[in-house]
């Protein structure tokens, strides 16, 4: 974790030429892509990201998924972010319809029993909202670092997303989790407390937990299943 880390001149020097650079790709992406839309999900990636494109006061839609199960810290950063920003941020809930029957038939808790059931809650309070978020975009934003995690490596800046039909980009790939967080440090972006108590990656309540230092920053996620199975539906690439 880096949350706490030393800023130094190489570092300042590093954080600043990549933000740059982000807000020179973002401004294009708003520019070409119209309408276009950023998935907010809140954790420190988003944050930087968010602070990006409010700043420049760029066209693009922030949007966030409320699963129904975000740990109570997310709620209050999303209250901290509306007042921080002026922001009026858009969340997707999931279908109730659909809920209700998913949970009926499998269990309030069903994720853990089974690899396929976790991406059946995922789909049902993720994937669809997602769907619905993204209808009549021409392309969409993710915070997604290649360093995350196993299933993220050789992650590009851009992509032509097949599942969704649409351009997606990820402006962070090349950022370290040092840059992150030294972004954060200098500019003063609020972000999630569960960060300052060893999640550096956050989701739902129930599959999300602490991790040791030297753990990889995605380990905390669906912790009981194997690394290459880790992605909740919205960023799997089509074969
Ligand atoms: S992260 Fe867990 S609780 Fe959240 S949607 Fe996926 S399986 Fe369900």
Known sequence: MTVNLALDDALIASTADKAAKAKTLLAEIARDFSPVAFANSLGAEDM???DLIVGEKL????????????PAETYDLMARVQEHYGLKLKVFTPRHDLLEAWVREHGI???YDSVELRKGCCHVRKVEPLQRALAGRKAWI???RAQQSATRGGLPVRVFDEGNGLEKFNPL???SEKEVWAY???HGVPYN???DRFYPSIGCAPC???VTPGEDVRSGRWWWENPETKECGLHVKRA
């Open 59 to 70: 066209a693009i839609e922030i949007f966030s998924l409320d699963t129904g199960r975000l």
């Open 184 to 186: 954060i440090r200098q």
């Open 193 to 195: 407390a569960l960060h």
């Open 208 to 210: 999300t937990r602490a």
């Open 48 to 50: 930087v990201l968010t």
């Open 109 to 111: 808790n069903a994720f």
């Open 173 to 175: 790939a090349d950022w």
């Open 142 to 144: 993710t915070g997604m």
